[in-house]
């Protein structure tokens, strides 16, 4: 026994380390729960005592910025009570059962506060800072018993990062206060103190502080939201420093998780060129997309043997050196007597979506492919008649084994050959990616424009980086919608009811899920009905404040309805920023 008690007393320190540090993790974010809960309370005592607007503005900004010292691990282990707490202010339909759910937390109480506090808003405000005050009590009583893991700290750590970059920086939680750039300084601080738990004495460790030091300073330097440079902040800061976080944890030998998500749990950077896992987007996880599949894929998309009179194909509206589009505002359908219902969308960089069509009404590129396949104004085909008829072609009964070696021709196979081919089209090797990974160099309209793009024209509030669609960073697990009151071509608010023809919830009415503006020059006509021509007026409708700024009354609008007040420099940089986002050569 006694040859074995030394290894036995290592591994009980060694334990004790690790929980010792997983402990103090978690000691410093309970204490910072208090302060959060300290600092609401104080905002609180103001709306009561009648405090004037300057001082209840200036203490929202600093509970909020209190908010991000434990929006790391609250948004990791408590997602859908942080949801509640600083969610955006906008209702929420869940899908499942139908109900509409209301806005409620800071992003609420923001909008009463900024930019004029109304005295008659006081009840409804006082309202909302209890229910806020609830909730942060319902994370602080979790997070007594909740247990940490150094795995789990890590993969938290990079994921603020990436929260940073993609959500705060870019005024995504600071809609209306602008408060975004002071926002980063305590979410750098938290991630520093928390790395330092684990490493604050090697050469590695003294870097990445020194790294987190110098974003601080760069947020404290000029925290004027539209005049920020976010395109060195995320190359300097942003990327070394999730890179960083990365190379600490394989240093340090804690485990990086193995499982299939979105962006994967070992990607260094967001923009690292296979950061992201088609696969994990995929509705058949045992059935891998292969160089086989792609390739039949390929053939099955070029062919009109799908359609139900063999005259079309899906090639036929979606041409390769378009971007996968076809260059009318909505193509004609299937009896060449009238249109199609919406405009033809690009499947270039569509793979990395949760939902498909402008209604979101399927989840899946192989129920995408079907869905237009069968349908009548469109392909009007049949798949098993389409199985029938492959089954006579030796070419294609050869693909098929190569492809499905154990399954016969059916159209479940003939679909998952469609869908690896159109996720085989997302590449994310444009000018921007290639910037952002430090392999090239953008001119400085192309820069400005990436900083207008990700600040003053709020575009990436909606469009996401990298990916610039509505799939929401940074676990990217669900793909949005907006409400933009896009008009028809007499100017009129267009009568395509969107998703809530699928939903039937009032909020949807004329919401279209946020598409991909990779390759966006090469896609023309812009919007869900074509109606718009060039880059320049579309920057013009978002200019004006979308539906809104045309005069229509939606309520239910979500695009906000302030003017941007860009100048025709700035546009002209926005679309120079737009054109790096070219990957079809």
């Given at each position: 026994?006694?040859?074995?008690?030394?290894?036995?007393?290592?591994?009980?320190?060694?334990?004790?380390?690790?929980?010792?540090?997983?402990?103090?993790?978690?000691?410093?974010?309970?204490a910072?729960?208090?302060?959060?809960?300290?600092?609401?309370?104080?905002?609180?005592?103001?709306?009561?005592?009648?405090?004037?607007?300057?001082?209840?503005?200036?203490?929202?900004?600093?509970?909020?910025?209190?908010?991000?010292?434990i929006?790391?691990?609250?948004?990791?282990?408590?997602?859908?009570?942080?949801?509640?707490?600083?969610?955006?202010?906008?209702p929420?339909?869940?899908?499942?059962?139908?109900?509409?759910?209301?806005?409620?937390?800071?992003?609420?109480?923001?909008?009463?506060?900024f930019?004029?506090?109304?005295?008659?808003?006081?009840?409804?405000?006082?309202?909302q800072?209890?229910?806020?005050?609830?909730?942060?009590?319902?994370?602080?009583?979790?997070?007594?018993?909740?247990?940490?893991?150094?795995?789990?700290?890590?993969?938290?750590?990079?994921?603020?990062?990436?929260?940073?970059?993609t959500?705060?920086?870019?005024?995504?939680?600071?809609?209306?206060?602008?408060?975004?750039?002071?926002?980063?300084?305590?979410?750098?601080?938290?991630?520093q103190?928390?790395?330092?738990?684990?490493?604050?004495?090697?050469?590695?460790?003294?870097?990445?502080?020194?790294?987190?030091?110098?974003?601080?300073?760069?947020?404290?330097?000029?925290?004027n939201?539209?005049?920020?440079?976010?395109?060195?902040?995320?190359?300097?800061?942003?990327?070394?420093?999730?890179?960083?976080?990365?190379?600490?944890?394989?240093?340090?030998?804690?485990?990086?998780?193995?499982?299939?998500?979105?962006?994967?749990?070992?990607?260094?950077?967001?923009?690292?060129?296979?950061?992201?896992?088609?696969?994990a987007?995929?509705?058949?996880?045992d059935?891998?997309?292969?160089?086989?599949?792609?390739?039949?894929?390929k053939?099955?998309?070029?062919?009109?043997?799908?359609?139900?009179?063999?005259?079309?194909?899906?090639?036929?509206?979606?041409?390769?050196?378009?971007a996968?589009?076809?260059?009318?505002?909505?193509?004609?359908?299937?009896?060449?007597?009238?249109?199609?219902?919406?405009?033809?969308?690009?499947?270039?960089?569509?793979?990395?979506?949760?939902?498909?069509?402008?209604?979101?009404?399927?989840?899946?590129?192989?129920?995408?492919?079907?869905?237009?396949?069968?349908?009548?104004e469109?392909?009007?085909?049949?798949?098993?008649?389409?199985?029938?008829?492959?089954?006579?072609?030796?070419?294609?009964?050869?693909?098929?084994?190569?492809?499905?070696?154990?399954?016969?021709?059916?159209?479940?196979?003939?679909?998952?050959?469609?869908?690896?081919?159109?996720?085989?089209?997302?590449?994310y090797?444009?000018?921007?990616?290639?910037?952002?990974?430090?392999?090239?160099?953008?001119?400085?309209?192309?820069?400005?424009?990436?900083?207008?793009?990700?600040?003053k024209?709020?575009?990436?509030?909606?469009?996401?980086?990298?990916?610039?669609?509505?799939?929401?960073?940074?676990?990217?697990?669900?793909?949005?919608?907006?409400?933009?009151?896009?008009p028809?071509?007499?100017?009129?608010?267009?009568?395509?009811?969107?998703?809530?023809?699928?939903?039937?919830?009032?909020?949807?009415?004329?919401?279209?899920?946020?598409?991909?503006?990779?390759?966006?020059?090469?896609?023309?006509?812009?919007?869900?009905?074509?109606?718009?021509?060039?880059?320049?007026?579309?920057?013009?409708?978002?200019?004006?404040?979308?539906?809104?700024?045309?005069?229509?009354?939606?309520?239910?609008?979500?695009?906000?309805?302030?003017?941007?007040?860009?100048?025709?420099?700035?546009?002209?940089?926005?679309?120079?920023?737009?054109?790096?986002?070219t990957?079809?050569k």
């Open positions: 026994m006694k040859k074995y008690f030394p290894l036995f007393l290592l591994f009980v320190m060694f334990s004790c380390q690790k929980e010792e540090k997983s402990v103090q993790i978690n000691a410093l974010f309970k910072d729960i208090e302060l959060v809960l300290k600092e609401v309370s104080l905002l609180q005592k103001g709306i009561s005592s009648n405090q004037s607007q300057l001082q209840l503005q200036q203490q929202f900004l600093k509970a909020h910025e209190q908010y991000k010292t929006e790391l691990l609250s948004e990791y282990y408590f997602p859908s009570v942080t949801k509640a707490v600083n969610g955006p202010a906008i929420e339909f869940e899908e499942n059962d139908g109900k509409v759910i209301a806005p409620e937390g800071f992003q609420v109480i923001e909008e009463l506060l930019p004029t506090y109304e005295t008659q808003s006081k009840e409804e405000l006082l309202k800072i209890g229910i806020l005050t609830a909730n942060l009590k319902r994370i602080a009583s979790i997070a007594k018993t909740n247990t940490l893991t150094d795995s789990h700290v890590f993969d938290a750590m990079r994921l603020e990062v990436f929260r940073i970059i959500l705060g920086i870019t005024g995504f939680d600071s809609p209306v206060a602008n408060n975004s750039i002071p926002e980063v300084i305590p979410a750098l601080q938290t991630i103190r928390y790395y330092t738990v684990y490493d604050n004495e090697s050469e590695e460790g003294k870097k990445l502080s020194k790294l987190i030091e110098n974003g601080i300073k760069s947020a404290k330097s000029n925290t939201f539209d005049h920020f440079d976010r395109a060195a902040f995320i190359l300097n800061v942003g990327n070394p420093l999730s890179r960083g976080l990365y190379q600490a944890q394989l240093t340090l030998n804690i485990p990086v998780f193995d499982e299939v998500r979105g962006l994967k749990t070992n990607a260094a950077t967001l923009f690292e060129k296979n950061a992201f896992d088609a696969e987007f995929s509705g058949f996880l059935y891998k997309t292969t160089p086989e599949k792609i390739a039949l894929g053939m099955l998309f070029n062919d009109p043997i799908l359609s139900g009179d063999n005259s079309r194909s899906c090639a036929s509206c979606h041409h390769e050196d378009k996968f589009t076809d260059g009318l505002e909505k193509a004609t359908s299937f009896n060449g007597k009238a249109y199609v219902k919406r405009n033809t969308p690009t499947l270039s960089n569509i793979a990395f979506q949760r939902t498909f069509f402008g209604d979101s009404r399927v989840n899946y590129l192989e129920d995408q492919a079907v869905a237009v396949i069968t349908n009548e469109e392909m009007h085909g049949d798949m098993d008649a389409a199985a029938l008829e492959i089954k006579k072609n030796k070419v294609y009964v050869a693909k098929f084994k190569s492809a499905f070696p154990k399954k016969q021709i059916s159209a479940f196979e003939i679909k998952n050959a469609l869908g690896s081919y159109i996720r085989s089209l997302s590449n090797d444009a000018k921007f990616d290639r910037y952002m990974r430090a392999e090239t160099t953008f001119t400085a309209d192309e820069k400005a424009g990436f900083n207008l793009f990700a600040g024209a709020k575009c990436a509030s909606c469009h996401f980086i990298p990916l610039t669609n509505g799939t929401a960073p940074p676990h990217f697990d669900r793909s949005e919608s907006e409400v933009l009151g896009v028809d071509k007499s100017g009129k608010l267009d009568g395509d009811l969107g998703k809530f023809l699928i939903s039937n919830a009032p909020m949807h009415k004329n919401s279209f899920k946020t598409p991909t503006i990779r390759n966006i020059t090469l896609t023309a006509p812009y919007m869900h009905n074509g109606v718009y021509q060039t880059l320049e007026e579309v920057i013009d409708f978002y200019e004006e404040g979308g539906g809104a700024g045309l005069g229509f009354n939606l309520e239910n609008q979500t695009l906000p309805t302030d003017k941007l007040n860009l100048s025709d420099l700035e546009k002209k940089q926005l679309i120079a920023f737009m054109k790096t986002l990957d079809i």
